[in-house]
């Protein structure tokens, strides 16, 4: 059974930093992609940015381009949301998430889930 492990998250003033934690363990099959997404509340689960694990190519939301990176390590089976610049509208629960067929733009991509961690940016 694949588990995702979400760590990082926290409250942190606007203009700081942060640097989200996933690590994944029990995989059976090669992993196609791995996405963090963000839901805020009362909103929907939204794409923030994505990996492909083999080439490292990376796809980002327009409204965190140029602030947050996504960049993985694959002899730990970790990738990482490196967020810079953050605004009080990036306060969400952030999910990672991990793809076997292609890497989307929505939660239905995704075949794995972590549990989420609640980043909150105070203005």
């Known amino acids: 059974q694949v588990q995702l492990v979400e760590s990082g998250g926290g409250l942190v003033q606007a203009g700081g930093s942060l640097r989200l934690s996933c690590a994944a363990s029990g995989r059976t099959f090669t992993t196609y992609a791995m996405a963090w997404f963000r839901q805020a509340p009362g909103k929907e689960r939204d794409f923030v940015a994505g990996i492909r694990w083999s080439g490292g190519t990376t796809y980002y939301a327009d409204s965190v381009k140029g602030r947050f990176t996504i960049f993985r390590d694959n002899a730990k089976n970790t990738v990482y949301l490196q967020m810079n610049s953050l605004k009080p509208e990036d306060t969400a629960v952030y999910y990672c998430?991990?793809?076997?067929?292609?890497?989307?733009?929505?939660?239905?991509?995704?075949?794995?889930w972590g549990q989420g961690t609640q980043v909150t940016v105070s203005s």
């Open positions: 998430a991990e793809a076997y067929r292609r890497l989307g733009y929505t939660v239905d991509d995704y075949d794995y």
